[in-house]
């Protein structure tokens, strides 16, 4: 366990990691109204920092990329301030930390969008289900297709928002193309059916996001600090049809990553949260062979399961989501076979610091250096 090969130091691109543990990111609801995420939000990601990686909580590139509630942003000058304490905090204990850059198109409600407008998309495609409001839980409206002018903007919004990551002392960002917001809304047919150059052939679907890479990149001095997520299996939030060929699609869409010079993919595989079985037409081998960068796999990991994808050569570095909610220590833990805690779902999305940044680990409260 402690000798197992996951735990032991690797390279990520230019970057000495611990490990191969990466912190998935996880939304938790805990920011107000402005987006500024809460002071706790140090202590939080400080005592989680003894993974080789952590990718931070989805992050709104604008007010109108805010899907959820209580969740952060990277626009205003008040967020890169805390956010740049969050940073120091990880820095302080050896940690590394990119931000997911977030816009979440039409999953999202005229309740949490500027002036309670209706939630922006490529196609005018109502999701199922429903939105996390400040009024509880509330069904998702039919989105507005973006006009073709209108897409520079966003583009330059991921722009500013990879240039306050920068200011806010992150190591790299995630661009967040998974889980069937905005960007994933133009890639899949089932939910872009514009007729512009932004829809139509699979060139046309990866525009955009091939755009906000683009423009995510130049910030950065090229792809070795830029991640980006993918889910080609995954259907929620939405009820959200899969690509009608994930396999030529995602195919494309890996080849043009690769040519950016991207540090790594984050694939979820499988189903998020759900079934690592993929469906047909999904080949996580197929776009593994496609990319030169590092190759995260995530979705239901254990250590077990990482050995042995890292050993068939399948995957570099392992995410785990939902093991870090309640186990901030929780390298030390997979290197000794202690029992990993399980947080109750009540304290997933939503409250303060109770359920959050007050996890113990094995043996007590978790020190942060500061
Ligand atoms: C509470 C919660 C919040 C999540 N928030 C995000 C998020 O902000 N961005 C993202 O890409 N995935 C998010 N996910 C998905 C996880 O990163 C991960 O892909 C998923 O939980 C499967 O991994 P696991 O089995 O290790 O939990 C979230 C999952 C959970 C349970």
Known sequence: MATSPILQPTKLGD??????????????????????PPPFAADYYGQRAGCGLIVSEATNISPQGVGYAYTPGIWSDQQVERWRAITGTVHANDGLIFLQLWHCGRISH????PGGATPVSASAIRPKGTAFTET?????????ALETDEIPGIVEDYRRAAVNAKAAGFDGVEVHSANNYLLEQFVRDTTNHRTDRYGGS????LRFPLEVVRAVTEVWGGGGRVGIRLSPATSAPGDTPLDSDPRATYGA????LAAFGLL??????????????????VDRADLRRRFKGAYIGNNQMTLALAEKELAAGHADLFSFGRPYIANPDLVDRLATGAPLAEAPK???????????????GMHGPVDVRR
Do not use: C, F
Not at 110 to 113: E, G, I, S
Not at 202 to 205: F, H, K, L, Q
């Open 136 to 144: 509880g839980m509330q069904a998702h409206v039919t989105p507005r």
């Open 15 to 36: 970057l000495a990691l611990k490990n191969r543990v990466v912190m998935a990111p996880l939304t938790r609801s805990r920011s107000p109204k402005d987006g500024v």
């Open 202 to 205: 699979i060139e046309n679907r």
């Open 346 to 360: 009540p304290y997933w999305y939503g409250g303060g610091a109770n359920g959050y940044s007050d996890w113990p």
């Open 253 to 256: 869409y890996v080849d043009a």
């Open 264 to 281: 790594y993919i984050h694939l979820i595989e499988g189903v998020t949260q759900q079934t690592r079985d993929t469906p047909d037409g």
């Open 110 to 113: 005229p309740d949490v969008q």
